[in-house]
């Protein structure tokens, strides 16, 4: 900006430091103000690393069993499928003299701080209000404040994350090239996070460095839960706080309405919803015919995995004997240790998506190859729990996995990390390039995409266990129907899915690139 305020008088430039013209914003923003509201994500991926990595067994520990754990996750889904819409809209149309987006993620910001504080002394509080921690029963009252604090937190992320892409989409101003390569950087920044969330849910001593996070109700798995989520909130502020006060946002005005137009223009939030499936053209329907497939498939193993390094695995289980909790409690954090591989996994491909979408021929075959490696590797958990179980008949149910079992096993997360990358960036880059014809803003039109997240979350959410349950029990049968749901989506990607312009033209006039 500094060649454009030496044309201008000294007063319209400091005028110009506190707001940008519009001129401004209808251009694509500089790579490092992309790069610093991408940073966002590592902040908010850190928490949702220590979600995945650590709440289901933790969930199991305070007495709900693992048939029904899976349902203390509905909040995810219901809060998406709700929260990120609606605040996607209202984000579209914010007057405030802080711009749009910035708003709702400060705000999001301060949610999950008090989220945290209620997941990480709900066993402290529920022991306080009477629950009796010597017996083997539930404890309700750690239960209720735990599952309100995990509400409280994936509503939060969800008012976090809408916001932060729909900036990006802002600040690339309708420029193709640069929605990809900002929706990459989301991702990378989103591995960032995963690995760091996913290795500090695996150091079992990190309690040390807070030795009052361990109590007479918390022991040290509680412990070391509460001191990650201690350090996960730290991050999320500096990163959210120095990007906010970086990257200025565009103070929006609402259009002049023509008085013909007042009536459509009162149509309330879910009219707006319906609208902008109304006017959804034929690629952006099957972009989310071919996430919700994509998400049927994640959400198994991103729920339960590691679960499935405690329990089939590694032999343990949650309610046995203290060397099968012991077995458990090492295999949830061999698993964290996986998904930090599978981080790091994540965070190369995402550097590389653009490339290889090139190489490869566009972003629609991308997604449609990494999908079949997906499903691939959903099924080879069935082989490497095959083979664990055998090892255990040998060297005796309690014996833990041989070397080669868990290598296999800690080379499926890695592996997995491949299509992870393009799960958290294609799809997102895809919906801003094809949303583009339906008029509808940045932060209705990834609402609208996160529908077709959260609604498959919601059916694994209510089903995995039962269905889990149905044929045995374990965590296999989600996990391979997660595999054809796969493989069916890779299909659909590269036979029905639209190519996207490698390199479209900005266009002159949308609202939400603004």
């Known amino acids: 900006m500094g060649a454009f305020e030496n044309e201008k008088p000294a007063k319209d430039a400091a005028a ?24 966002i994500a590592a902040g908010v991926q850190f928490g949702w690393a220590l979600q995945l990595s650590l709440l289901t067994p933790y969930v199991q520990l305070l007495g709900i069993p693992h048939k029904w754990s899976s349902l203390i996750w509905l909040c995810g889904p219901v809060s998406g499928m709700i929260v990120q819409p609606i605040v996607g809209f209202h984000s579209d149309r914010c007057t405030s003299r802080f711009g749009r987006r910035r708003p709702f993620i400060a705000a999001g910001a301060a949610l999950v701080a008090v989220a945290v504080v209620l997941i990480g002394y709900a066993a402290d509080i529920g022991h306080k209000m009477g629950d009796d921690i010597y017996k083997k029963e539930p404890r309700y ?9 995990f509400w409280i937190l994936d509503v939060a992320n969800n008012t976090l994350q809408g916001p932060c892409r729909a900036f990006l989409a802002d600040l690339a101003a309708g420029d193709a090239k640069k929605t990809r390569v900002a929706n990459a950087c989301f991702s990378f920044f989103m591995a960032v996070g995963n690995v760091l969330g996913y290795a500090a849910g695996s150091y079992t001593n990190l309690y040390t460095w807070f030795p009052f996070t ?28 120095t990007s906010l006060w970086y990257v200025k946002d565009k103070q929006w005005s609402p259009p002049p309405v023509n008085p013909d137009d007042e009536k459509a223009s009162s149509v309330p939030f879910f009219g707006e919803i319906l609208g902008a499936f109304k006017v959804m053209e034929r690629p952006m329907w099957m972009l989310l015919i071919v996430t919700a497939l994509n998400w049927i498939a994640w959400f198994p193993f991103l729920l339960f995995d590691t679960d499935w390094m405690g329990r089939e695995v590694y032999g343990g289980d949650s309610e046995g004997s203290d060397r099968l909790k012991k077995l458990y409690s090492t295999g949830v954090s061999q698993g964290a240790f996986g998904l930090m591989l599978n981080a790091i996994v994540l965070g190369f491909m995402s550097l590389a998506v653009e490339w290889l979408g090139r190489k490869l021929g566009g972003a629609k075959r991308l997604w449609g190859v990494v999908n079949f490696i997906l499903a691939a590797g959903l099924a080879m958990t069935v082989l490497v729990t095959k083979l664990a179980e055998d090892h255990r008949k040998v060297a005796g149910m309690e014996a833990g996995p041989s070397s080669g079992v868990r290598a296999g096993a800690l080379s499926l997360f890695a592996v997995l990390g491949i299509p992870l990358a393009i799960t958290f960036s294609t799809p997102f880059a895809l919906a801003s390039i094809f949303s583009s014809s339906s008029g509808a803003g940045q932060g209705l039109s990834l609402g609208v995409l996160n529908l077709a997240i959260v609604i498959p979350q919601m059916i694994v959410s209510l089903g995995g266990g039962p269905f889990d349950a149905l044929f045995g029990g374990g965590n296999l049968p989600a996990f391979v129907l997660g595999a054809i749901a796969a493989a069916i989506s890779g299909v659909l990607a590269l036979t029905v899915l639209p190519s996207p312009p490698l390199d479209a033209p900005r266009p002159t006039t949308m609202g939400g690139f603004h």
Do not use: H, M, W
């Open 16 to 39: 110009l430091e506190t707001q940008s013209s519009p001129e401004d914003f209808d251009q694509p923003s500089p790579l490092r103000k992309i790069i610093s509201v991408a940073s």
């Open 141 to 149: 009252r750690a239960i209720a404040i735990f599952a309100t604090g």
């Open 214 to 241: 361990k109590s007479i109700a918390c022991d040290v798995y509680c412990a070391n839960l509460k001191t990650c989520f201690f350090i996960s909130i730290t991050l999320l502020l500096i990163v959210t706080v």
